[in-house]
Nanobody, 113 residues
């Protein structure tokens, strides 16, 4: 069965960096675009970044452009989210997503001094 397991969330100070990982199993990883979403308290879940099947195409939410980078390693069945220059408004639970309808359990990112 499809499994998506996120890791790497933590408490970090403003301006800091984190790298999230999502380990995928149960399907042919390179057959799917992959995405990261996030949900802050009291807000709707929003798309953060998406990467095409072989990594040649990426898209980002305006709020994270030039700060976050999505990448994937199809040999390791893993998708990453490198987050730099973190702000308090980046605080959220971050989810890995595979179409259609498959979510990981989420990993908490808290940006606070």
């Amino acid at each position: 069965q499809v499994q998506l397991v996120e890791s790497g969330g933590a408490l970090v100070q403003p301006g800091g960096s984190l790298r999230l990982s999502c380990a995928a199993s149960g399907f042919t990883f390179s057959s799917y675009a992959m995405s990261w979403y996030r949900q802050a308290p009291g807000k709707e879940r929003e798309l953060v970044a998406e990467i095409s099947r072989f990594g040649g195409g990426t898209t980002y939410a305006d709020s994270v452009k030039d700060r976050f980078t999505i990448a994937r390693d199809n040999a390791q069945n893993t998708v990453y989210l490198q987050m730099n220059s973190l702000k308090s408004e980046d605080t959220a639970v971050y989810y890995c997503y595979r179409p259609v309808g498959y979510w990981g359990q989420g990993t908490q990112v808290t940006v606070s001094s």
